[in-house]
Nanobody, 126 residues
Framework: VQLQASGGGLVQAGGSLRLSCGAS????????MGWFRQAPGKEREFISAIRWSGDNTYYADSVKGRFTISVDNAKNTVYLQMNSLKPEDTAVYFC????????????????????WGQGTQVTVSS
């Protein structure tokens, strides 16, 4: 499975961005997809995840109520709508895909994800 993330950019605090992650290849193996981010000098952290069926979503407390994850199975694409952005949201955002029940069981952790996109920079100015 190959992942291509896009949609990052520079935005003022309070603004919005929508990230996209297109999956190609053996997407039939995907059971869930996630978004993680890594700020300078910090470890990569979980942001949001969704089952490939779209019926369950998960969010980190820091983005709950501001970010929305969704999936378009017809396009093999996962979106992350980010509203009310804050300077502390500045980071490189990575999308990931995992297969099987192991990903579902540990959907907010990095280890179960087998495939990772290249990352897209999000910068929020104050």
């Amino acid at each position: 499975v190959q992942l291509q993330a896009s949609g990052g950019g520079l935005v003022q605090a309070g603004g919005s961005l929508r990230l996209s992650c297109g999956a190609s290849g053996r997407t039939f193996r995907v059971s869930a997809m996630g978004w993680f981010r890594q700020a300078p000098g910090k470890e990569r952290e979980f942001i949001s995840a969704i089952r490939w069926s779209g019926d369950n979503t998960y969010y980190a407390d820091s983005v709950k109520g501001r970010f929305t994850i969704s999936v378009d199975n017809a396009k093999n694409t996962v979106y992350l709508q980010m509203n009310s952005l804050k300077p502390e949201d500045t980071a490189v955002y990575f999308c990931s895909a995992g297969s099987g029940i192991s990903t579902i069981m540990r959907i907010t952790q990095q280890d179960p994800y087998d495939y990772w996109g290249q990352g897209t920079q999000v910068t929020v100015s104050s």
